[in-house]
């Protein structure tokens, strides 16, 4: 009896000091740091671990996203409008909209500090080094952000099982595109980017917990059955020289810098032998690239969620054309319009510059590599400003981050290329393409997205 009372006033006392700590961080930032302006010892030692102060200290907010309203410029026709109207004017589907909007914001400010509380990183850190070397582990089950240590040394995602329900939602929007565009003449192009594990060999001991292969199964069968024209990179992958890890980082889930510009070259192939474009291979030869390898410069997303005392830094290889490149980029988000060549207005160079800075770096809270190039905004549009073996030609690509690294390498050889993240795009994608009337329209997705609808939205 003695025991469980002792068990129970340890386990109140860390709801109670992890409580306090969650209300004297939202006290000391916004009263103190943001209201007031002080910093001293005690408030830096309080916001510690604080990601946002952290971001602004080391400048690496200066890009950040406004709110930009697609719908002015892309606007809905009246049958959607009419059909958003009726919506609106459901009294109670409103009111629990309302509701649900202000219940989303306060569980995301509270949540923001829950997931700050004082030394989180370092407690995070030994945490799982410690369920790493003693397999004990404090938390049972698994969700869809666990990571789970291969037995290569590689981390994954854990993928929930989808549900049939939500494989055909997201059919039946796949094939709205394709209906749509086929109507105007346009072709339509998904590619499934496959995801980090392998399917067909045994570097997860229990592969029920994860399921991303399973899910990438089911929804490239239907659209097989649909008669969609596609990509699926788990076969690619397959069936080149590349051994299936060798294009994935160890501690992200994002494959490399270098299989983005293979993937590229993969695409630009099915191009020109199924519509009619004319990519040159001389573009998508690793040959024609300046190669910088940095040893040791970087932790991953997943490695993030880790401990870097089992995953260790990661290395991280940039390629620079050899061959002339000339843009002007576009991104409404940030108000950047730049010409230049494809290292000035594609790469963000002074956030990859940042993270060779040791003295000041926190790899946990510091912009990573694979997030140093300019098409991780909703938005983008690149014009290639020197002459293409495809003149006049354009692309429309609607991609999750497994897209960063490929639309630079494959917009050298087409006049236009756009890149648009439909779940963070509030216009109509009806009205997009009828007024710029794209070439052709790829949708590029990894497994890890089917459970998101809205990424696949036909709006």
């Given at each position: 009896m003695r025991r469980e009372k002792v068990t129970a006033g340890l386990i109140t006392a860390i709801i109670i000091i992890i409580f306090c700590s969650c209300v004297m961080r939202i006290v000391v930032k916004n009263l103190f740091y943001e209201g007031l302006h002080i910093e001293n010892a005690f408030i830096s030692f309080i916001l510690k671990d604080d990601e946002d102060i952290y971001r602004q200290k080391h400048k690496l907010n200066e890009e950040e996203n406004k709110k930009v309203d697609f719908s002015l410029q892309y606007p809905f026709d009246?049958?959607?409008q009419s059909k958003a109207e009726e919506k609106k004017g459901n009294a109670i589907e409103d009111i629990l909209n309302i509701y649900k909007a202000k219940t989303d914001s306060f569980k995301v400010k509270i949540q923001y500090y829950a997931d700050n509380i004082i030394f989180k990183n370092d407690i995070t850190s030994e945490y799982m080094h410690l369920k790493k070397v003693t397999g004990f582990d404090l938390v049972n089950g698994n969700s869809d952000t666990n990571q789970i240590f291969m037995k290569n040394g590689y981390l994954a995602n854990v993928e929930p099982l989808v549900t049939n329900e939500l494989i055909e939602e997201d059919v039946e929007n796949i094939i709205k595109y394709r209906d749509f565009l086929e109507e105007r003449g346009i072709?339509?192009?998904?590619?499934?980017?496959?995801?980090?594990?392998?399917?067909?060999?045994?570097?997860?001991?229990?592969?029920?917990i994860e399921n991303s292969n399973e899910n990438g199964d089911m929804l490239?069968?239907?659209?097989?059955?649909?008669?969609?024209?596609?990509i699926d990179f788990r076969e690619e992958i397959l069936s080149s020289d590349y051994d299936w890890y060798e294009l994935f980082y160890k501690t992200d889930?994002?494959?490399?810098?270098?299989?983005?510009?293979?993937a590229a070259s993969v695409i630009a192939d099915k191009l020109n032998e199924d519509y009619g474009f004319n990519f040159s291979k001389k573009y998508y030869d690793i040959d024609n690239y300046r190669l910088t390898h940095y040893d040791k410069y970087w932790l991953g997303g997943s490695g993030r969620c880790v401990s870097l005392?089992?995953?260790?830094l990661e290395d991280f290889d940039m390629l620079i054309p050899d061959f002339e490149t000339g843009y002007t980029v576009d991104i409404p988000t940030i108000d950047y319009h730049e010409s230049g060549s494809y290292e000035d207005v594609l790469l963000r160079k002074e956030?990859?510059?940042?993270?060779a800075d040791y003295e000041t770096i926190d790899y946990y809270k510091n912009v990573d590599a694979?997030?140093?190039v300019k098409t991780i905004f909703p938005y983008i549009e690149i014009?290639?400003?020197?002459?293409t073996n495809n003149k006049g030609k354009s692309i429309l690509i609607l991609h999750d981050s497994f897209g960063w690294w490929l639309t630079p390498y494959l917009a050298r050889d087409v006049d236009k290329i756009t890149k648009i993240s439909l779940s963070k795009f509030n216009g109509s994608m009806k009205t997009y393409i009828e007024k710029n009337k794209p070439d052709i329209v790829i949708m590029m997705y990894c497994e890890r997205q089917i459970p998101w609808t809205e990424e696949y939205r036909f709006k």
């Open positions: 009246e049958e959607d072709p339509f192009l998904y590619i499934n980017a496959a995801s980090k594990v392998n399917p067909y060999d045994k570097e997860i001991d229990n592969y029920s490239m069968k239907r659209l097989s059955e649909e008669g969609v024209d596609h889930h994002h494959w490399t810098n270098k299989a983005g510009l293979w005392l089992d995953t260790g956030l990859f510059d940042n993270i694979y997030h140093c014009q290639n400003e020197l002459e």
